[in-house]
């Protein structure tokens, strides 16, 4: 017992710790370099909308587009509208009137956003395919800053980076501002030693070439997408100068629901493409279990640390038991009284504590086959 509890500490800390350190030490010793370039020949872009009753944010959204120092005649923007009912349409087919380069792709009934996203992919003329979302907005220079990146003859996939807004609605800025921070520097972390495990379903950007249809049930595209490209042989990269910006969730609540969902996701990962963890299939199989798989287990060998830590009180042992009871107080206090969660550092454990939970939802939810692939937006 006491080595398994040992291992299953070791275990914790690694996913959380060990696993940046080791992509540090080896972006020093082994990094590999991205070759980008402004001055090349630039290809013609395709920027794929998949939208669901957005009359609220198409149209800024298409405008933001338009806003972009990427060179009007070198870009086409195509909305692929996934059973709309409201007036999604009319607003798309009203721009494409006065503009030429949007394009509206609608059908009905909805199949959903894996299958527009294909049917986005079909329909585009360009070199290159960004996917980006109805509600976020793009920094000017966000596709110049993207498509730099494929004179890189190595990079078949480049993911941008995600800003929140500064918003005095949402209660939870402070962690979602630290958990942002934390998984920025690893995905930086991945790129300069080889491939990110995954992109910003916001903002990335494929070499059409090397897209391949995701299917229907696909929850993460945004991880599957990437992850095909880099089973190609080519490398999936972050790229922080290509920006897109959103707000925060208003409330944890919100937070919970669209982590409990993703997390769900990555567990489907394995089911729709197992060979995605096979060594001789994937050779960035580690990083994908140490950044999307080890953290959806994390919950299991915390209970398991405090259950067993019971059994083992003596010596040091007693310390990790005295250490979890502290930590697991503070957290449920945080439950039951909302003004401690105000505290930084409680607001923190708080939040992990959460987020762990809903790792260990998300995971039921998979298992139980509760991960609907229909539209959900979170607020």
């Keep these: 017992m006491k080595t398994l509890f040992i291992l299953s500490l070791i275990f914790i800390f690694y996913t959380y710790l060990g696993y940046p350190v080791l992509l540090f030490i080896r972006s020093k010793v082994l990094p590999r370099p991205i070759y980008k370039k402004y001055n090349a020949k630039l290809p013609f872009v395709s920027v794929v909308i998949a939208a669901k009753n957005e009359e609220n944010n198409i149209e800024g959204r298409i405008i933001n587009l338009f806003e972009t120092d990427y060179p009007d005649t070198l870009y086409e923007i195509i909305v692929v509208s996934d059973g709309s009912i409201d007036s999604t349409n009319e607003i798309v087919e009203r721009i494409s009137k006065k503009n030429k380069s949007v394009k509206l792709v609608a059908y009905f009934p909805s199949k959903g956003k894996p299958f527009a996203l294909n049917k986005g992919a079909h329909e585009s003329r360009g070199d290159i395919v960004v996917f980006a979302d109805s509600r976020q907005r793009f920094n000017k220079r966000a596709l110049s800053e993207l498509v730099a990146n494929f004179n890189d003859p190595e990079i078949g996939c480049v993911s941008g980076e995600l800003i929140f807004y500064e918003s005095c609605d949402s209660t939870i800025q402070k962690e979602m501002g630290a958990y942002w921070h934390y998984e920025k520097m690893i995905r930086k972390l991945e790129s300069k030693c080889g491939s990110v495990a995954g992109a910003t379903g916001a903002i990335y950007a494929v070499k059409k070439e090397l897209y391949e249809d995701i299917p229907n049930e696909t929850i993460l595209d945004d991880v599957l997408t990437p992850m095909n490209i880099v089973m190609q042989g080519y490398r999936c990269i972050f790229d922080p100068c290509a920006i897109a910006y959103d707000s925060v969730s208003k409330d944890i609540h919100s937070e919970m629901t669209r982590k409990i969902r993703t997390l769900a996701?990555?567990?489907?990962?394995?089911?729709?493409?197992?060979?995605?963890v096979l060594p001789f299939k994937n050779k960035i199989w580690w990083?994908?279990?140490?950044h999307k798989i080890y953290r959806l287990m994390v919950p299991f060998f915390m209970i398991y640390l405090l259950i067993s830590n019971f059994f083992i009180i003596?010596?040091?042992?007693m310390l990790t038991l005295l250490a979890q009871m502290f930590f697991y107080t503070i957290a449920f206090s945080a439950w039951l009284i909302p003004d401690i969660r105000e505290k930084g550092h409680v607001k923190l454990l708080y939040f992990f504590i959460?987020?762990?939970y809903a790792a260990l939802i998300g995971t039921f939810y998979f298992l139980s086959g509760n991960t609907a692939r229909t539209w959900k937006k979170v607020g």
């Excluded at 996701?265 to 995605?276: A, F, H, M, T």
């Excluded at 990083?287 to 140490?290: A, D, E, Y």
């Design 265 to 276: 996701g990555n567990w489907q990962l394995l089911k729709i493409k197992p060979s995605i």
């Design 287 to 290: 990083n994908f279990l140490s």
């Design 314 to 317: 003596e010596h040091l042992f």
């Design 354 to 356: 959460k987020m762990n």
